[in-house]
């Protein structure tokens, strides 16, 4: 079963552009979560989608946005990127209604700003 | 809200034990998490606890006590390859009902010879 792909894994970008990083989830999970991560802040979660809707939001600007298609990939979008916005963008999927339900999380898109 | 502390950084000698501790607050509480996240790579299952008391897998164990809000991890016969961040995580019912899993900032591990 092939894991949680991710692409693109390395992104430059600059101040005020936008930015679309996509996520396929494990075969059958239809949760696909975003987290952000930064070294001084740790993981922080995006948003979470089940169904194509979105379930869970996080504390962001309106400038992140995601959504999910009917095949389960997610993509998520951030507009106006600002310096802050560098970090590595994870995704994890799941299975919800399983007992233990754990997130297998992909290797990450790496945004850099300038 | 959430809040989840563990210490920042530890370091230990191969071979060695070592506990990671993670303490956390929150307001619907329903099960926590230990990942593995190696420099570069993606955060890997390690245990989940649901109820009270230790949870064995191999060299690692997770503890739970949900009364004191507590965790540890604890890693025995320490390896290189242990040298990671441990992050722990705490499943919570978010204001819209759906659960979600809220991260600490993890715990920087070098094991060293």
């Known amino acids: 079963k092939a894991g949680v792909t991710q692409t693109p894994r390395y992104l430059i970008k600059t101040r005020g552009q936008q930015v679309t990083l996509s996520c396929s989830p494990i075969?059958?999970?239809?949760?696909v979560s975003w987290y952000q991560q930064t070294p001084g802040q740790g993981l922080q979660f995006l948003f979470e989608?089940?169904?194509?809707?979105?379930?869970n939001k996080g504390n962001f600007p309106g400038r992140f946005s995601g959504r999910q298609f009917s095949n389960s990939r997610s993509e998520m979008n951030v507009s106006t990127l600002e310096l802050g916005d560098s970090a590595l963008y994870l995704c994890?999927?799941?299975?919800?209604?399983?007992?233990?339900?754990?997130?297998?999380f992909g290797s990450g898109t790496q945004l850099s700003v300038l | 809200g959430q809040n989840i502390d563990q210490p920042t950084e530890m370091t230990a000698t191969e071979g060695a034990i070592v506990q990671i501790n993670c303490t956390y607050q929150?307001?619907?509480?329903?099960?926590l998490f230990w990942y593995q996240q190696h420099a570069g790579e993606a955060p890997t299952f390690l245990s989940y606890?649901?109820?009270?008391g230790l949870e064995e897998k191999g060299r690692f164990s997770s503890f739970l006590s949900r009364s004191k809000g507590y965790s540890y991890l604890l890693l025995k016969e320490l390896q290189m390859k242990d040298s990671a961040s441990y992050l722990c995580?705490?499943?919570?019912?978010?204001?819209?009902?759906?659960?979600?899993?809220?991260f600490g900032t993890g715990t920087r591990l070098l094991v060293s010879p």
């Open positions: 994890a999927s799941s299975s919800p209604g399983e007992t233990n339900e754990k997130l297998f």
């Open positions: 075969s059958g999970h239809r949760s």
């Open positions: 989608y089940f169904s194509e809707t979105q379930r």
């Open positions: 929150t307001s619907g509480f329903n099960g």
């Open positions: 606890n649901v109820l009270d």
């Open positions: 995580a705490v499943r919570d019912h978010g204001w819209t009902g759906f659960q979600k899993l809220v």
